[in-house]
């Protein structure tokens, strides 16, 4: 299973909800969750440096094209922080959920 996390260095909601993913990663990465993060960053770096910051340990991509990022125009997303969580089958199972919603839903999805 895999959350694509549209974020950015800006972006404060994103900022204060990067913890709470940080945490979930540690805990069920082992288990079989990955996250993609998807920044809408302008600035290479601001990105980088938010990534350092707030230990973003997987993978990060960024066109460094802002509300313009293809990636997020094919995800239709309009604010962030945006989360997908998706099947292995690459299917949307879940979406926008944060904190112990995002967690608890990625638990039930990893039990199926």
Not at 6 to 20: I, L, M, V
Not at 40 to 51: F, G, H, M, R, T
Not at 77 to 99: C, H, M, Y
């Given at each position: ?7 950015a260095?800006?972006?404060?909601p994103?900022?204060k909800?990067?913890?709470n993913?940080?945490?979930i990663?540690?805990?069920l990465?082992t ?7 998807v920044?809408?960053d302008e600035?290479?770096v601001?990105?980088k440096?938010?990534i350092?910051?707030d230990k ?18 094919q ?12 099947d ?7 979406q ?17």
């Amino acid at each position: 299973m895999t959350i694509v996390d549209f974020w950015a260095s800006w972006c404060g909601p994103c900022r204060k909800e990067n913890p709470n993913v940080v945490a979930i990663y540690s805990e069920l990465h082992t288990k079989g969750l990955n996250i993609i993060g998807v920044s809408l960053d302008e600035d290479p770096v601001k990105w980088k440096n938010a990534i350092a910051k707030d230990k973003l340990i997987w993978t990060q991509v960024s066109n460094l094209k802002g509300w313009e990022d293809p990636i997020a125009k094919q995800y239709k997303v309009e604010s962030i922080p945006a989360t997908f969580i998706l099947d292995k089958s690459g299917n949307v199972v879940a979406q926008d959920l944060r904190g112990d919603e995002l967690k608890a839903k990625i638990i039930e999805l990893l039990g199926k």
